[in-house]
């Protein structure tokens, strides 16, 4: 069965950078084709793909962050951490990490979510 | 980028209803279309991958067909959990794209 959790802080201020986590089970991101994603969503809004990284370390950003994203896996401990810089109150959204498992990829599995708020 | 556009944004149908979302991609995505469905508070949920292929585990009241740009999701016989926001999106080509999602909503 595969599992995600999202875990970081609840409230950061803007400019600060924003480190989140996402600890998984049921997969191995040394497995071939796997990948790690994240998804973020504001309140009440459509759903905004962010990063994405793969069992080989191959990485992808959107392109609109991609300046202020850093995406990296750590295979023994089954976590992949997104960090995000410059936080404004527009980044304020509930923030997913999801699996795929094959290419192109595909978001089978997704965790909980983190309501991430920016606000001074 | 590709755009995913959904239509409608939302809709008001009522139990036993039969009901279809269209989604149209700015570009030929093939079939790499993906549909989601969210209730309120709670993550996406994959129903359909390959723009016909069902997830495993989800009933067969949901279908999908469409390649290249114009895509449809079909929910038969609606029931009260049913009752959600719908997200397609392409995985063609990066950046992975998300339509702006249509709310099924009770009459």
């Known amino acids: 069965q595969i599992t995600l959790k999202e875990s970081g802080p609840t409230l950061v201020k803007p400019t600060q950078t924003l480190t989140l986590t996402c600890t998984f089970s049921g997969f191995s991101l040394r497995t071939r084709r796997v990948g790690v994603g994240w998804i973020r969503q504001p309140p009440g809004k459509a759903l905004e793909w962010l990063a994405l990284?793969?069992?080989?370390?191959?990485?992808r950003y959107s392109p609109s962050l991609k300046s202020r994203l850093s995406i990296t896996k750590d295979t023994s401990k089954n976590q992949v951490v997104l960090t995000m810089t410059n936080m404004d109150p527009v980044d304020t959204a509930t923030y997913y990490c999801?699996?795929?498992?094959?290419?192109?990829?595909?978001?089978?599995?997704w965790g909980q979510g983190t309501l991430v708020t920016v606000s001074s | 980028d590709i755009q995913m556009t959904q239509s409608p944004s939302s809709l008001s149908a009522s139990v036993g209803d039969r009901v279809t979302i269209t989604c149209r991609a700015s570009?030929?995505?093939?079939?790499?279309l993906a549909w989601f469905q969210q209730k309120p508070g709670k993550a996406p949920k994959s129903l359909i991958y390959a723009a016909s292929s069902l997830e495993s585990g989800v009933p067969s009241k949901f279908s999908g067909s469409g390649s290249g740009t114009e895509f449809t999701l079909s929910i038969s016989s609606l029931q009260p959990e049913d009752f959600a926001t719908y997200y397609c999106q392409q995985y063609n080509s990066y950046p992975l794209t998300f339509g702006g999602g249509t709310k099924v909503e009770i009459k």
């Open positions: 570009q030929d995505i093939s079939n790499y």
């Open positions: 999801a699996h795929s498992a094959v290419l192109p990829p595909r978001f089978d599995n």
């Open positions: 990284i793969y069992w080989d370390d191959d990485k």
